[in-house]
């Protein structure tokens, strides 16, 4: 429960209250309430048995026990705390924004939203004019924008706001969402169109003329004279790489520059002035060295808690080729050839020794890519059939694209074996190549909507950070990544919960090259010399091109070798499931985790007719599960993982507890009139009837089919007799409904 204090027109949390029952201590609550200050943005929290408080503030650092509840601090008294920690007064004019609703009321936003908000509001209330969120990928950072400076707006304290992205589908996702809020006062800016009458704008770097590939920042310098912005929100902040796009901030000094990302990103090493260090400082400076650390963070694990997203199933793969070095020696004793050319190699354009790094990079292994897409193919076929919507984050464009035409082969003859009809677009290339055809702005609609086509993207990081994909079900990472930011983006495309939203709860990582490791690390970026145009090599990602507009032939020659000149074996190498352990993002295998789950289950209930007993009262049953590492949403997991979708939970955590089979719902539904006939016959036809039909609603939905106050609404129920079968009982119908529960579970 939070404590709120209004003075406008919306209430502004300030406090938490942790409830616990008149005969546990007072403070018993408390650790579980500054465990929540951080995660709902309070400075205040209190713990509660109904006749005596224990209370913490950020004010005094102090635990302060047994107080009678006749001493909890009045309204007042809190403001005051509130407002002497904050530094400003919430009957001042900066405040204002604090007290604003939301548009579409407070069921518009989820509370970290809400939380993260009020972070920024605070911040801006001190005069600061810098802030940066970080929150997961999934989470509505787009949409948390869009209310903070809907809240700022009707505050009076918003001139006019720029939105601005990095690329066209960032900008119309941004647009969607800035067009919900503010309508019509909400503007894409063009190159037709500056959009200068409207209150939002919504643009990317390249439109407004500021990127590194930019003479000069004509169109922004024509359109948007100093000072134009009272707020300028940066979308991805931590990929704001375009050299000249600062200026957007330094033309407008004394608007709010507000920064989104998931991976907020540090730079460490160098020295401070010299031109390797500024050039990477071009990149991050605008991250925390910018904005300063985030005034909100909300991670993958906490999302995945609070069931807001996807949870994340781990399945690791190892390509034994990958273990070993291939030498020169190996490539002149194959059938080595120019990929452009068909001819073979000139001996001179060998290297020494090729790593696992340069494999389908610069070293292209036709074997290889068989293997791992064979492999693949046959993962899927086992979690659900290959149609699946999935992204395959490789090497580079020329490795994306041999992975569409392998795959797509692949599919091709198992719908001939299996007598099946081929869908179309089953495993398309979506990279940034300007040859492509349909480009990928093309394929991106269809990849996100289509249910019929487009399964398995191929890219390289043109679907690594910021593009929607809801129902994106597995991410395969068959490149090598070195950046926990990178990393993190791409994992991101499978959090959220799918369309309609909580049809997904589950997405898995298929790792072929170890990136998982990178779980947990922190956004840490390493100076280093900057690399002249000319000694690149190449490995640029899907644009096809160098900077500065050179083509994609790196200094390294590009050497394939064809097909049956390797014996590749790929093997597994074990299944893990993340979670947050001490504040970090850890992998822990799932044998583990369910270790863990069964070990609190037995803890809780030592035998499965506890459990029974338990499960049939809806209070202990959320209770347990409350109990439970991860909640309700660990067991989901394991019930989706096990493929026991037919399962209540009673059945998931019968057979991860107890070693118990789990039945489906059907079955028990069609065991329950044979197994019951004696109970049964107790009652008259009518009544035996309607017992049946609440029964059978088990099939539906599980226990809580018989808890909701629809049961007698349902078509068989009422068919069978309805309540008022029951009420002619010398039993109250809830002693009926109970028994009946019970039974199903035997």
């Known amino acids: 429960m939070c404590v709120l204090i209004s003075t406008g027109k919306a209430p502004l949390a300030v406090s938490l209250i942790e409830a616990k029952a008149e005969d546990k201590l007072p403070s018993l609550g408390i650790q579980q309430a500054r465990d929540y200050m951080k995660k709902y943005n309070v400075p205040f929290v209190f713990s509660t048995n109904g006749h005596l408080f224990t209370e913490y503030g950020e004010d005094t650092g102090q635990v302060v026990q047994n107080r009678p509840l006749s001493d909890f601090p009045t309204p007042l008294a809190i403001k005051a705390r509130y407002e002497a920690l904050r530094g400003f ?54 949409v948390l924008a869009a209310q903070l400076l809907w809240r700022i707006a009707q505050a009076g304290q918003l001139k006019r706001a720029l939105f601005v992205c990095d690329r066209d589908e960032l900008r119309t996702q941004g647009m969607g969402k800035m067009h919900a809020v503010f309508g019509d006062n909400a503007k894409i800016v063009t190159s037709e169109d500056p959009a200068r009458n409207a209150k939002i704008l919504v643009a990317t770097y390249q439109t407004l003329n500021v990127t590194a590939e930019d003479d000069a920042p004509r169109f922004w310098k024509d359109n948007y004279p100093p000072g134009f912005f ?10 704001a790489a375009w050299g000249k796009w600062s200026v957007i901030l330094t033309d407008n000094p004394d608007a709010v520059h507000i920064g989104l990302t998931a991976t907020p990103r540090k730079l460490v090493g160098g020295k401070k002035g010299d031109r390797p260090r500024e050039a990477d400082e071009e990149i991050t400076a605008h991250n925390i060295q910018y904005f300063g650390e985030p005034v909100y963070e909300y991670m993958i694990t906490a999302g995945q808690d609070d069931g807001y997203l996807a949870a994340c199933e781990v399945i690791r793969r190892v390509v034994d080729l990958d273990k070993k070095e291939i030498t020169r020696k190996d490539i002149e004793e194959r059938s080595a050839v120019d990929p452009f ?17 340069d494999y389908d990079n610069i070293l292209m292994l036709d074997d290889r890519v068989n293997a791992m897409c064979e492999d693949l193919f046959k993962l899927l076929l086992d979690s659900g059939g290959p149609h699946q919507k999935t992204i395959i984050f490789c090497a580079r464009d020329s490795h994306a694209n ?119 690390q922190p956004f840490v970026s390493r100076a280093k010399p900057t690399i002249p145009p000319d000694e690149m090599e190449g490995n640029v990602g899907d644009s096809g091109t160098l900077p500065y507009g050179k083509p994609d032939v790196p200094k390294r020659k590009i050497i394939r070798v064809g097909q049956d000149q390797f014996t590749i074996q790929v093997d597994g190498a074990g299944h893990s499931i993340l979670c947050e352990e001490d504040g970090r993002e850890v992998l822990v295998p799932l044998e583990i985790y369910k270790q863990r789950l069964a070990a609190q289950l037995t803890e809780a209930a030592p035998t499965a007719d506890d459990l029974r007993m338990i499960w049939v009262h809806p209070t202990l049953r959320r209770n347990l599960m409350a109990s439970l590492p991860g909640g309700e949403g660990a067991v989901r997991l394991i019930r989706e993982i096990e493929e026991e979708e037919e399962c209540d939970l009673f059945d998931v955590l019968l057979n991860l507890g107890y070693g118990i089979p789990a039945r489906s719902r059907p079955e028990r539904v069609a065991g329950f009139s044979w197994k019951n006939k004696s109970w ?34 349902a078509t068989d129920v009422i068919r069978s007799g309805g309540f008022d079968a029951l009420l002619r009982l010398p039993q109250p119908p809830e002693q009926i409904i109970d028994e009946t529960k019970l039974r199903l579970l035997a």
């Open 230 to 239: 009272s707020h300028i929100v940066i979308d991805e902040c931590h990929r």
């Open 89 to 142: 007064s919430l009957d001042a004019d900066v405040s204002k924004a604090l007290f604003m609703p939301y548009k579409g009321g407070e069921a518009a936003r989820w509370y970290f939203q809400d939380a993260a908000i009020r972070a920024s509001l605070e911040k801006m209330a001190k005069g600061k004019t810098r802030a940066l969120l970080s929150l997961a990928t999934g989470t509505g950072k787009t």
């Open 402 to 520: 041999r992975i569409m035409i392998t795959l797509n082969n692949i599919y091709e003859k198992w719908c001939r074996d299996s007598q099946r009809t081929a869908k179309e677009w089953f495993a398309f290339q979506c990279t940034g190549n300007p040859d492509l055809r349909p480009s990928a702005d093309k394929l991106i609609p269809e990849f996100r909507g289509s249910k019929n086509s487009h399964f398995i993207a191929a890219t390289v990081d043109l679907l690594g950070y910021g593009v929607d994909i809801p129902n994106c079900a597995n991410v395969i990472f068959f490149r090598y990544i070195e950046s926990p930011i990178v990393f993190y983006q791409m994992v991101g495309r499978g959090t959220r919960l799918g369309e309609p939203r909580g049809s997904k709860l589950l997405f898995r990582v298929y790792d072929y090259t170890n990136a998982t490791r990178l779980f947990g």
């Open 341 to 357: 050319t068909g001819k073979p190699v000139n001996p001179g354009d060998i290297e020494d020794k090729y790593t696992a790094t």
């Open 680 to 713: 049964l016959r107790e009652f008259p036809d009518p009544a035996v009837g309607v017992i049946t039909a609440i029964a059978r609603q088990f099939e539906h939905g599980g226990i809580e089919e018989l808890e909701t106050e629809h049961l007698f609404d």
